[in-house]
């Protein structure tokens, strides 16, 4: 139990730093210092180094945000989007506006080698389960299925952006515009 417990906070922790640095900005070493983990036990539990450990740390994130997700679409879209919007309002109040999405951090980065492609698939994965839960929550509210798709990609693309520019502004105040044009929009495909 006590093994499962560091790998859990070396994979916590190397998503934690990659919401801050991105991947190229951070090595092995670092991770390993930001979890307060050997770095021994890093090599351990990763023996695919830090491309395994980035991989399983975007899978990671992901898989958290989509619980929280898909536990509050179970309540309608709007509820679903109030909770993602909230859950990363609260990431960038947290850290000081430093973190952003690990998972935008890996898609933004070129890879440079094949391990850089397997990181970036998560990537794409987790964007795509994001979305698919959004897009199946407006189609079991009777939106048409492309204009859902549409819809669902917007809110992820919206919200990575504005996560960003909450960052750079040092404020909540982009989520907080954002957030309401978004839910606008969806109320509007709801006939609202």
């Not at 951090?105 to 890879?111: F, G, H, L, N, Y």
Request: charged residues 25%; glycine residues 8%; hydrophobic residues 45%.
């Amino acid at each position: 139990m006590r093994e499962k417990a560091s790998r859990q906070r070396l994979v916590a922790g190397a998503a934690d730093l990659l919401s801050r640095r991105g991947v190229k900005a951070t090595s092995i070493r670092e991770l390993a210092k930001h979890a307060r983990a050997p770095l021994g036990s890093t090599y351990h539990y990763f023996p695919g180094g830090k491309a395994q450990l980035v991989t399983e740390a975007v899978r990671f994130i992901g898989d958290k945000v989509s619980e929280v997700l898909a536990s509050s679409l179970q309540q309608g879209p709007v509820t679903g989007l109030q909770e993602f919007l909230a859950l990363w309002r609260r990431e960038v109040v947290r850290s000081d506006y430093r973190a952003g999405c690990p998972v935008l951090s890996v898609a933004v980065e070129e890879p440079d080698n094949e391990e850089g492609m397997a990181a970036l698939a998560v990537a794409e994965a987790v964007f795509a389960d994001w979305i698919g839960l959004l897009t199946r929550s407006l189609v079991n509210q009777g939106v048409e299925e492309q204009k859902a798709e549409q819809l669902a990609i917007l809110v992820v693309a919206s919200v990575e952006g504005t996560i960003a520019l909450c960052r750079a502004r040092r404020s909540v105040e982009p989520l907080e515009q954002v957030s309401m044009q978004l839910e606008a929009l969806i109320r509007q495909a709801l006939g609202e």
